[in-house]
């Protein structure tokens, strides 16, 4: 019995330390859309995603998880404002 091989032949078990999770872009708006601070954030949330599912295909994996990250950062900030302050230069 020790030398049974219980892993199904062609099915390998799912290793954290060098895989990540998989999911969808839906998810990824579903859980930006849970961490938004406010309602405005909430509406951010479809276009930045889709902004960065198109450019994703484009650049290294890498790129890709910092644009998630800094929307995630962006979206559960409760400091933000949307929109310009008046008397603010646009740079």
Same mark, same amino acid.
């Given at each position: 019995? /020790?030398?049974?091989?219980?892993? $199904?032949?062609?099915?390998?078990? %799912? *290793?954290?330390?060098? *895989?990540?999770p998989? %999911? #969808? %872009?839906?998810? +990824?708006?579903?859980? +930006?859309?849970? +961490?938004?601070?406010?309602?405005?954030?909430? /509406?951010?949330?479809?276009?930045?995603?889709?902004?960065?599912?198109?450019?994703?295909?484009? +650049? $290294?994996?890498?790129?890709?998880?910092?644009?998630?990250?800094?929307?995630?950062?962006?979206?559960?900030?409760? #400091?933000?404002?949307?929109?310009?302050?008046?008397?603010?230069?646009? #740079?």
């Amino acid at each position: 019995m /020790d030398d049974m091989n219980l892993t $199904p032949v062609g099915v390998e078990l %799912w *290793d954290p330390a060098a *895989d990540m999770p998989v %999911w #969808t %872009w839906n998810q +990824l708006e579903d859980a +930006l859309r849970d +961490l938004a601070a406010s309602r405005q954030q909430q /509406d951010m949330v479809e276009s930045l995603v889709s902004a960065s599912r198109k450019q994703a295909r484009f +650049l $290294p994996s890498g790129h890709v998880l910092k644009e998630i990250l800094c929307i995630a950062w962006v979206i559960a900030d409760e #400091t933000f404002r949307g929109g310009r302050e008046e008397g603010s230069a646009m #740079t």
